[in-house]
């Protein structure tokens, strides 16, 4: 495989973030009202303060997450995704791995959140294996389907 280039801010990209997000949610879940404004406007996670980080192949966006800030100070990590076809080759451990440095070493954050649902068991393998511990079960009152959070200390 080529090399996976991280980018971070990569505004040509955001159709592609949007894209593949819609997709792992329309495959296991269905679009919530944040998923449609993130599909109809990915520049929001841009332009609100928060940072998109896109793996590259070959100059073709093949994954995404994005570092959201929050009103109360807090920081999420959201909106990860991997083109299906590039699955297993480390990409979603490249995105993890970029967006944590860079809270850590440019945002000066000390930690970061997430939700997620059961059904993405590769997904909470992933984060169990890079560090984050679970810190909610059950059903979240914003999300419709978040069923679970974790946090990771940086």
């Known amino acids: 495989m ?3 280039i991280i980018r971070r801010n990569h505004r040509p990209s955001l159709p592609r973030f949007a894209a593949l997000n819609a997709a792992w949610i329309e495959r296991y879940h269905h679009m919530e009202d944040s998923d449609k404004a993130m599909v109809a406007t990915p520049e929001i996670y841009i332009d609100n303060g928060g940072h998109v980080f896109t793996a590259h192949v070959d100059e073709v966006c093949v994954g995404a997450v994005a570092l959201k800030p ?12 991997v083109d299906p076809a590039y699955g297993g080759r480390g990409i ?8 944590e440095d860079y809270a850590r070493d440019e945002l000066g954050l000390t930690r970061l959140f997430l939700l997620s649902n059961t059904v ?23 999300y419709e389907r978040a069923n679970y959070g974790m946090e990771k200390r940086l």
């Open 2 to 4: 080529s090399e996976v």
């Open 70 to 81: 929050h009103a109360d100070g807090q920081w999420e990590l959201t909106k990860m995704a």
């Open 92 to 99: 979603g451990m490249a995105l993890l791995n970029a967006a």
């Open 120 to 142: 993405l068991d590769r997904a909470k393998r992933l984060y169990e294996r890079n560090g984050w511990v679970q810190n909610h079960a059950g059903p979240h009152p914003v």
